[in-house]
């Protein structure tokens, strides 16, 4: 769709199947990524995960990968990332799992790093660590292999720490040198660990603190300026220095929480799931700014493009802003 008017530039339907999925969940909870050319998706069925480029003029299928069948008790969730020149996907599921890369271009795998299937599907996505030194790695987050640090050239794994029992959903954050991730089950998690993180050869991985209360579950917290918001599901938010987890405040904000918060600015933009926009001040004190009725439920995270604020719910894509 244009951004400036929301009007249809192209549209492209898949042929999929019915299967079970979390109440919760849906047939399109993962995002796509771009690379500036191509528009990279993914969805999955019992019987096969389907990575898939199209042009972003027209909207023609440039290439598709088949990662083969997909098992998981709550369905299927997990987004791409674009990292240089290659396309990210993360694999981990009660069946054969792997974590890939493939060309941006041609849909040519270039690497791929097995990983322990059976134990729990993983839904998190996976981001970029860049260590003192310049040298970067690929974060994973998983039941099966914890919190885990992936050379994005080769696939190998440099470390891993083993410090998840539970459902991985939310996604890692990386802050003032440490990388934070949690797991939880029932709609509230267990807890949120900070690691520091390994090198793969003189430094290996610590947990440096562990957050216990009102930890998230779905929802991946944010970081600005030496803070972290930790966003519980359940509509409680809490405000902790990054470097040692100390508590600043802890308050309730809504009636529960399924998208993440993003931060515009010193703001922090949340949407409770009876469709709320929830406005924080991003300080070490609680200062509630704004709420908003988008009129019907949301469990989308907010996004900003070129000055824009899109805000989804289930039947509706709100744009605010711009030019």
């Not at 010193?266 to 709320?276: C, F, K, W």
Request: with cysteine.
């Amino acid at each position: 769709r244009r951004a400036s008017d929301g009007r249809e530039i192209w549209s492209r339907q898949f042929a999929s199947a019915a299967h079970h999925v979390h109440t919760r969940n849906s047939y399109a909870s993962s995002t796509p990524a771009l690379d500036g050319k191509r528009v990279f998706l993914t969805w999955a069925t019992p019987e096969s995960y389907v990575l898939l480029a199209l042009d972003l003029k027209d909207g023609s299928e440039v290439w598709r990968v088949n990662l083969g069948p997909f098992k998981s008790q709550h369905g299927f969730a997990a987004s791409p990332i674009v990292y240089g020149d290659l396309v990210i996907v993360a694999n981990e599921q009660l069946g054969e799992s792997f974590l890939a890369a493939y060309d941006c271009k041609t849909g040519v795998e270039k690497w791929r790093c097995r990983r322990e299937g059976g134990v729990q599907t993983a839904y998190s996505v996976p981001c970029v660590f860049r260590g003192e030194d310049g040298s970067e790695q690929l974060i994973f987050h998983s039941t099966a292999h914890g919190i885990s640090g992936i050379n994005p050239e080769t696939g190998e794994e440099l470390w891993s720490i083993d410090v998840f029992n539970k459902r991985c959903v939310g996604s890692p954050v990386v802050a003032g040198g440490l990388i934070f991730g949690s797991s939880g089950q029932g709609g509230s998690g267990e807890a949120l660990v900070a690691v520091k993180p390994g090198n793969g050869s003189t430094r290996k991985p610590e947990v440096a603190y562990e957050i216990k209360k009102s930890v998230p579950y779905v929802v991946t917290p944010i970081v600005y300026r030496g803070l972290i918001f930790v966003w519980h599901d359940g509509g409680v938010v809490s405000c902790h220095d990054v470097a040692d987890g100390k508590l600043r405040w802890r308050q309730r904000v809504g009636r529960g929480f399924s998208g993440s918060p993003i931060r515009i600015g010193s703001n922090l933009y949340g949407i409770t799931e009876d469709g709320q926009v929830v406005v924080l001040a991003a300080g070490p004190e609680f200062r509630p700014l704004a709420r908003n009725e988008l009129g019907e439920p949301s469990r989308a995270t907010p996004a900003v493009a070129d000055g824009r604020l899109y805000l989804r719910t289930e039947t509706k894509l709100i744009s605010l802003g711009g030019r």
